[in-house]
């Protein structure tokens, strides 16, 4: 059920099913921790380059702000998907 839900509510809302490797494990990730909108959105703003989308995203995080209290896990979050898109 869960590869159901998270098929409908995140991977074809955010756009992620019509985007290569790995931008589309960028927007789908962003989807499902900030909604669909906003992958969507952020997506519009850095384009489909996957690089430049994780940089949108870490420098989003800096200026929210709970960023002292989640800062370090948002950024090792995407540092492990950075790992990912290497592999």
Not at 1 to 21: C, N, T, V
Request: aromatic share 14%; proline share 5%.
């Amino acid at each position: 059920q869960a590869h159901e839900i998270f098929k409908r509510d995140y991977w074809q809302p955010s756009g992620a099913a019509q985007l290569d490797w790995p931008a589309c494990l960028l927007v789908f990730d962003t989807a499902v921790l900030h909604g669909e909108g906003t992958a969507r959105a952020w997506m519009a703003e850095a384009g489909p380059n996957p690089y430049l989308f994780a940089a949108k995203r870490l420098r989003v995080y800096t200026k929210m702000e709970n960023w002292h209290f989640w800062g370090v896990s948002w950024c090792l979050r995407v540092a492990d998907l950075l790992e990912e898109m290497a592999t």
